[in-house]
């Protein structure tokens, strides 16, 4: 599945991942390949991922962590929607 993060100043991330991790206004969920249509609310908290063929632009993977093959972006707010195996995630 696809994986787009769209901040206020860029797109910072676009590529492919295996499993999403979202901090929701009611919890963490996580979402796998052919997960159902969903748009959703995000709080404060770490947008994770994990994939065999991850590519972060160089001037953007300052702004992720990777640990073990995971990598996190922290955000203090945002939207989801994932339709048809792409993710976009809107956050500020």
């Given at each position: 599945m696809i994986l787009e993060i769209v901040t206020p100043e860029a797109t910072i991330l676009h590529t492919q991942v295996d499993v999403v991790t979202l901090p929701g206004s009611d919890g963490k969920f996580q979402l796998l390949n052919h997960h159902a249509a969903i748009v959703s609310l995000l709080v404060e908290g770490e947008v994770k991922f994990k994939g065999t063929?991850?590519?972060?632009?160089?001037?953007?993977?300052?702004?992720?962590?990777?640990?073990?093959?995971?990598?996190?972006?922290?955000?203090?707010?945002?939207?989801?929607?994932?339709?048809?195996?792409?993710?976009?995630?809107?956050?500020d």
């Open positions: 063929n991850v590519i972060i632009d160089e001037q953007f993977e300052g702004k992720f962590t990777n640990v073990k093959g995971e990598y996190s972006l922290q955000i203090k707010s945002g939207t989801i929607e994932m339709k048809e195996n792409f993710i976009t995630v809107l956050a």
